[in-house]
DNA sequence: AACAGGTGTTTTACTCGTAAAAAACTTCTC
DNA sequence: GAGAAGTTTTTTACGAGTAAAACACCTGTT
């Protein structure tokens, strides 16, 4: 999350009028993020904290989830990236190289390597090799590894949707819109912008 | 982002008849968390994904925001950890106790312990110990380290600009907004609710 | 005053991810 | 075909975070 946006990000008063916007519901509780942002304003008063109110939410919001969605996960004796890599499969619904773990899972090659030599330890997965190009290995879900995605799924489901709850169908639609703009635009450009 | 969302997250259709949704049209940009939801649903038909667009896209976003901004960081010398702690000094303006800079940051007591092992030898920071109270610490910015943040702290807000420069005013407030309402109830909810 | 219990900070042992190099192959080119 | 160049996967070395224990110190009670 950046020292920019430090634990919180301010609400509402993005430099639009928050006549649209669903600003501030925040009747209750104002958000980490608020505070942060009011303290660097207070020390550079001519900053433009506009872009720091929703970068550092995201942040905030996605370490929360992660927080919160690691609970059950463990019950299962899986960390996040292995229940990623196991996702992966399971939804692909077929065999997947390495390589191609790594790209669905966002991780890299070594972090791949590492993690299907604990799950096929554990019986969660097989590879075998290629026939035609013997660098390749394909990996796939044993029974067990199915059953166990397929066990853990409805609860992780159930669970976001519990953390969910507090919006309306209707927001929560329009952030999914939002933040699928967002992502498009993000994933279409930061490949191609000079970082 | 959790193997529930693997990298993409599904556009519209978050539960919300889809009238209004974004749907599948996949014309030009589609996101990768759509992908990964449509994949899915192929899998267990009955699955409601709404959630999954959601978190996540936020989960996504982040870990490309995470990524995008190391690297200006990086040219400064900093991880992000190391930034955030040094921001908070900064915009407190005032000393802070190593307890007080984990709260700040986020982060577990000996990370912040480790981190500033390396600020202080690399004179960003200063430490003295309290005068009553022989236990804590306290800890401040150098002039050097203050420089440092001044110095990225523009270059780093006009980077997220770009960043978001796809989103017009508007829908960055909206963002902005709905976000801060999440985050709100996130904020005080999973510190109360059984994990 | 002594000690039980609490708090602030650091240390220890360990896990996990990464970057870079190494291995093991394939394919292209001459 | 032999060797150069590229690919896929694994190994190695290392940096960084965490949980739990250890330290160091304070405070309230008796």
Chains 1, 2 share one sequence.
């Not at 989830?65 to 019950?75: H, I, K, M, S």
């Not at 199915?146 to 169908?169: C, K």
Request: charged share 25%; proline share 5%.
């Amino acid at each position: 999350m950046t020292a920019t946006q430090g634990p919180s990000a301010g609400d509402g008063d993005t430099g639009t009028p928050d006549t649209s916007s669903t600003a501030d519901t925040s009747a209750p509780g104002r958000d980490t993020v608020a505070e942060v942002v009011r303290q660097w304003r207070a020390v550079h008063p001519g900053l433009d904290t506009g872009p720091m109110e929703v970068i550092g939410r995201i942040n905030r919001c996605a370490a929360l989830f992660q927080q919160a969605e690691d609970a059950p996960l463990r019950r299962a004796g899986l960390t996040r990236p292995e229940f990623d890599l196991l996702g992966a499969l399971r939804r692909t619904g077929h065999e997947l190289t390495p390589s191609e773990l790594a790209r669905e899972t966002f991780s890299s090659g070594a972090a791949v390597t590492k993690r299907l030599k604990q799950l096929t330890e554990r019986g969660l997965v097989e590879r075998r090799g290629d026939t035609r190009d013997r660098r390749v290995a394909h990996v796939r879900l044993t029974d067990a590894g199915r059953e166990l995605v397929d066990g853990i799924l409805p609860s992780q489901l159930a669970y976001e949707n519990a953390v969910l709850s507090g919006l309306g169908p209707g927001e929560l639609g329009d952030l999914a819109g939002l933040l699928g703009g967002l992502l498009a635009q993000l994933e279409g450009r930061l490949t191609a912008v000079r970082v």
